[in-house]
């Protein structure tokens, strides 16, 4: 089965840094997502991109982030200055477009993730 | 506010025990229910529910959706200890071109040999 790539997988940065989370998602697939999981919480949603804009976000993804797909194949989260409570491990996930047969059922795909450390 | 619950919030059994999870859900624009399986990183797709009544099932998993009660549960039986893990219920809500998914908080099975 194709699979969502994300680099890096585990970034640890200084409070204030700026940092870059990579998402390779599947080739054919419309819709992109991020997803944050803060140590022993929920997977919250943060954002969904399609059509090379924002079409949803959540009250946790404020001015602080931003989302590009700079070059077609790329999609990239970025955390102007980082807090300690941004620490948590994000998850990119993409979605093929509507109808495509898929042959496990399956319509969300999501990446194994990056671990962001804040200290 | 859209929710969705899952209960219990952990379960330890013994292997070859049956196990229920449940997922409760209040949420807009509602499109398809999907159990996820959480072990190191990346939530593992199990199911995607749309229909009430329709039992999925692949092996020892089973799930089932009840659109009316605003629920679905997951059946594992004759476990293994590697099922433990975490499950995790979501529910995908439609919105524009941006469809979105609404965690629970997971259940957190542990199978003990």
């Known amino acids: 089965e194709p699979e969502v790539t994300q680099t890096p997988s585990h970034q640890v940065t200084q409070m204030g840094q700026e940092v870059i989370l990579r998402c390779v998602p599947i080739s054919n697939h419309l819709y992109f997502y991020w997803y944050r999981q803060i140590l022993g919480q929920k997977v919250e949603f943060l954002v969904s991109?399609?059509?090379?804009?924002?079409?949803?976000k959540s009250e946790i993804f404020d001015d602080q982030f931003s989302v590009e797909r700079p070059d077609g194949s790329n999609f990239t989260l970025k955390i102007r200055s980082t807090k300690l409570e941004d620490s948590a491990m994000y998850f990119c996930?993409?979605?093929?477009?509507?109808?495509?047969?898929?042959?496990?059922?399956?319509?969300?795909?999501f990446g194994e993730g990056s671990w962001l450390t804040v200290v | 506010e859209d929710k969705v619950v899952q209960s219990p919030l952990s379960l330890v059994v013994h292997e070859g025990d049956t196990v229920t999870l449940n997922c409760s859900y209040e949420v807009t624009n509602f499109r398809s229910l999907l159990w996820y399986k959480q072990e190191k990183k990346a939530p593992t797709f199990l199911f995607m529910l749309?229909?009430?009544?329709i039992e999925k099932k692949s092996g020892r998993l089973s799930s089932i959706l009840d659109k009316k009660e605003l629920f679905s549960i997951l059946n594992i039986t004759a476990t293994q200890t590697g099922d433990s893990a975490v499950y995790l219920c979501?529910?995908?809500?439609?919105?524009?071109?941006?469809?979105?998914?609404?965690f629970g908080g997971g259940t957190r099975l542990m199978v003990k040999p």
């Open positions: 991109f399609y059509n090379n804009e924002i079409s949803e």
């Open positions: 979501a529910v995908e809500q439609n919105y524009n071109a941006g469809n979105m998914l609404t």
């Open positions: 749309t229909s009430s009544g």
């Open positions: 996930a993409s979605r093929p477009p509507t109808g495509v047969p898929s042959f496990s059922g399956n319509t969300i795909y």
